[in-house]
């Protein structure tokens, strides 16, 4: 919105010439998304805590310590996450952006499907939520519409192509495939990050790590000579993603103020879906679908974990870990949450560098 009311203005006050620039504007969107989270915050949690006298509800077949460490601790802090990011995207981006319409329309979309599964949690005061089926339902008919949009405002011959990590010039046209590829690709990020959301900032560091590199990857990607000198795929206008996930960042940041252990309150359904959905977007706007596997490999090694457990007990009657996600497994061993979250971290950061390293080796 500052974009598109002050830039025009550049001929006459050379002040709004900043806004030209999208590393400045990114700034302003940490920085408002941060603070917006700061002041915000401490209400919208006494609100929650308000009308969840008993907090979210906890998983009786869960590690035991939860019953005692998790209880009474409200959900739905995704809200702050997504009104803070909604709003410093809002407020940086060139909102004639298509890309960035469609990144939005999948983090509300989502949002707005966890914040109902949330709220049947809470107000039926058991963990089943929206049924499995109508969630899937909604999160693919959200995703259909945001690829469709997606593959419309990309040119040839990147509209329906798949690049792959490593490979300078090779692109695979998966022509009308294209659209269910991108479906499975932001639902199962959403689903990803929603697994990964079980212990107090486990989800929300890694979201800020994955958001950051990816932010990096949207500025290189939308520079035509940064592009070509790292001869990776050009796409024109993906740059304006990067402000989105500068704000997404810095919404992270303040919400990782009150989610840090002990939290103060769960992102909830409300939040992780909605992450995970808007880093699965914004791979496929850059074409970094298979490198989102890879700086996003610990959600990828989370919902592993439970596909092996499932299937490993349906086939044999035997389960492979102790407990799933894989974070409760290292919980059932013994580790204690600190330990786990911060190791996680750190096997997030790797997987990052390792991620980012393929724009370079090619």
Partial sequence: MLYNLLYPLA??????????????????AIITSLILAFVLGPSLINWLRSKQSEGQPIRDDGPESHLLTKKGTPTMGGLLL??????????????????????????IGYGFLGFLDDFLKVSKRNTKGLPGKLKLLGQFSIAAAAAWWISTNTADPLA???????FKNFLLDLGWFFVPFAMFV??????????????????????MIAAASFALITYLIGNIQFAEYLQVHYVAGSGELTIFLGALVGAGL??????????????????????????????????????????????????LSVIIQVGSFKMTGKRVFRMAPLHHHFEKKG???????????????????????????R
Wanted: proline residues 4%; charged residues 10%.
């Fill in 254 to 303: 303040g919400f990782l103020w009150y989610n840090a252990p002990p939290a103060m309150v769960f992102m909830g359904d409300t939040g992780s879906l909605a992450l995970g959905g808007a880093l699965g977007a914004v791979s496929v706007v850059t074409k970094h679908e298979l490198v989102l596997a890879i700086i996003g490999g610990l959600f990828v090694l989370e919902t």
């Fill in 160 to 166: 329906t192509a798949l690049a792959f990590p490593f």
């Fill in 11 to 28: 001929d006459q006050f050379p002040i709004f010439n900043l806004f030209r620039y999208i590393t400045f504007r990114t700034g302003g």
């Fill in 335 to 361: 580790w204690q949450e600190p330990t786990i979250v911060i190791r996680f971290w750190i096997i997030a950061v790797i997987l990052a560098l390792v991620g980012l390293a393929t724009l370079k080796l």
């Fill in 186 to 207: 932001m639902v199962g990020a959403s689903n990803a990050v929603n697994l990964t959301d079980g212990l107090d900032g486990l989800a929300i560091v890694p979201v």
């Fill in 82 to 107: 997504l009104l803070c990011t909604s709003i410093g995207t809002l407020l940086w981006a060139d909102l004639s952006n298509a890309y960035v319409w469609a990144v939005l329309l999948v983090t």
